[in-house]
């Protein structure tokens, strides 16, 4: 995917983190509109967007997609669809919250659903209002920032009560990689970020004990990028991939 004609990036949650540094380095690429997809565009955060760094020859859009609502998607993509956006060659559907850490005896119903919603739902309003620019590119991926929390085959090896999220994620998960059978024309996988330093993943690992989390987000974002440029229909498409390569159970 690096290089060659010119290519249109959508990326979700992209003012902090994981999504920020993916707008960077996409940014620093030739030829390259990232569409920068946030929740509130009036945010400093978002605000601070537009100084990016970027190569002469690629541009920054600026569009609003609350997870949580049903018509921010479409709109965003008619959005940039008038500002010449003509196909998608990626989405990244990175937007998440993880603010519970409940087993399931005690978890809040309404925080289960407000997880649903955003993690869960956000992903798949995503997908049904982008396909159609994704199949007007050759070879097109979507790609959900998953989490080891929503693995069912895994969940031995993480055993923290985290209900709302875990559950959300692991709808997340099935989502996309459905789309690599329902959709031969497109390139989905799951790629796990690992435990980065991000606002979460330090809010996280506080919970645990931990002064931070143990990964930088550079290399988090780095072996992201890596496991994206890498995955082909063939090889990569469908599976449950994590940053330095290796793979998750589902």
């Known amino acids: 995917m690096p290089g060659g004609s010119p290519t249109s990036f959508l990326i979700t949650g992209a003012n902090r983190g994981i999504g920020l540094g993916l707008v960077e380095t996409y940014l620093s690429r030739p030829s390259t509109t990232v569409i920068a997809a946030v929740r509130d565009p009036k945010h400093p955060t978002s605000q601070k967007l537009s100084s990016v760094p970027k190569d002469s020859s690629s541009k920054l859009i600026i569009v609003k997609i609350d997870s949580k609502s049903e018509t921010d998607p479409a709109n965003a993509v008619a959005s940039i669809k008038d500002q010449g956006v003509t196909s998608l060659d990626l989405v990244i559907a990175n937007a998440g919250i ?3 850490f409940s087993s399931l005896a005690t978890c809040d119903p309404a925080i289960v659903k407000e997880h ?4 869960g739902l956000g992903p798949l309003f995503l997908f049904q209002a982008t396909l159609p620019l994704l199949q007007k590119s050759e070879g097109a991926k979507f ?3 998953g989490s080891p929390m929503g693995s069912i085959g895994g969940m031995d090896m993480y055993p923290y009560p985290m209900t709302a999220y875990a559950t959300s994620k692991a709808m997340f998960h099935w989502i996309v990689r459905k789309i690599h059978f329902e959709h031969p024309e497109l390139v989905s996988l799951i790629v ?7 606002d ?10 931990m002064k931070e989390a143990p990964l930088p987000t550079k290399d988090s974002v780095a072996g992201v990028v890596a496991q994206i440029d890498a995955a082909t229909k063939e090889k990569g498409s469908g599976t449950f991939a994590v940053w330095n390569g290796e793979s998750s159970p589902w």
Do not use: R, Y
């Not at 796990?192 to 991000?198: L, N, V, Y």
């Open 98 to 100: 993880c603010n519970d």
């Open 116 to 119: 649903v919603a955003v993690n």
């Open 143 to 145: 790609v959900g920032i």
């Open 192 to 198: 796990d970020p690992g435990f980065a330093q991000t």
């Open 200 to 209: 979460m993943g330090n809010n996280a690992a506080k919970l645990n004990g």
